[in-house]
Structure formats: C-alpha cells, structure tokens
C-alpha cells in the first residue's frame, strides 16, 4: 500500500511541476508579445494619472510643451526595475536636453512611488496606474495584471514617435529623440485591436 501511494504522490507533484511549467511558459510568451503595441504614427492613448511628487498628470497637456517618454516596468523595488529606472535618471540632463519629460509608469500607488522614487534620487515621476488601464491602453498588460517593460516615446503632437518592448538603454532611447522629427502629418486613426 505504501508504494501505491508514493507512486500517486510522485504523479500528483509531476502534474504540479508541469502545470508550473506550463503556466510559466505562457506568462513568459505574455510579457514578450508585441503585437499588442501601438504602432509608430498612432495617436497615443490620452490619460490623466496621479504622481509621486503629489501633481496629476494630463499627457494631451504635456505633450502640447514637451516630447514624453513613457517607462511602463514591473514593479518598484525589483532590481531590474531599479537598474532600469537609475540608468535613465544618469542620463537625465541628456534627456532633458532633446525637450524630454520621463514619467515611470505602473500599477503601485502614490506611497509606494514616493517611497521608491526618493531612496533611489529620482529625478522624474512615477505615474499610479492602480486600475492597470493605462498599461492596457498601451498594450502593456500581460497575464495576472503584470505590467509588461516598455518604452514609449511620445512625440509633441500626441502620436507614439517610438516604442520598444523590454529595457532599451538609455542611449538608444536618446537616439530615438535625436532623429525625431516632431511633424504634424500622421495617421490619425486609431490603432488596430
């Protein structure tokens, strides 16, 4: 009887490792999809947010001023997250330079932005998106409500100017600003679903 039972129990852990395996391996498919992105030329989806230093943001209103560059990562406090985020505060001067504002994106609340942007000197604020619609305005969501690292650049006249999925350097995203032509001729449909 006891090797009945070893052999059932041996079973019921394999299906678990596999379920894991499988539930990981469509997480992962998730968090690398692009086809949910809004493609380059596209208006881009306009939101009102809450930010770390207290203000709310409007983007239709920044974007009138200045270039935005939207960071949508993970999670506060995560070390990749943190590398990422400080990376782009180093280059923060070169950034403002080309006439661009950053705002770090995700679905932590005000407190915990505030919390995380002082420890690590941010320079920039930190958007809550708590209900996740901006994430998923922005083809950022994946399984569970995790937000998918992106990058988005928004151009002066409201259209996505650039965007790459994961954790572009911060020099490539300073390339992007300097061959940006901030002209107004652009499809003015909405993206494709």
Known sequence: MIPNRRRTVRRVGIAILIGILSLGGFLMASMNSRGDLIPTGYPAPDFTASASGGQSVHLSEICAQKR????????????????????????????????????????????????????????????????????????????????????YIIDMQGRVAWVKRGNPAPTEILEALRTLKDSPASPSASPPR
Not at 127 to 139: F, Q, V
């Open 68 to 151: 935005v560059v939207l960071v949508f990562y993970p999670g506060d406090y995560s070390p990749v997250c943190t590398a990422q985020l400080c990376a782009i505060r180093d280059n923060w001067g070169s950034l403002q330079a080309e006439n661009a504002v950053v705002y770090g994106v995700n679905t932590a609340s005000v407190q915990k932005h505030s919390g995380f942007a002082s420890k690590n000197s941010l320079p920039f604020p930190l958007l809550a998106d708590t209900s996740g619609e901006i994430a998923r305005a922005y083809g950022c969501r994946a399984l569970f409500g995790i937000v998918k690292r992106t990058v």
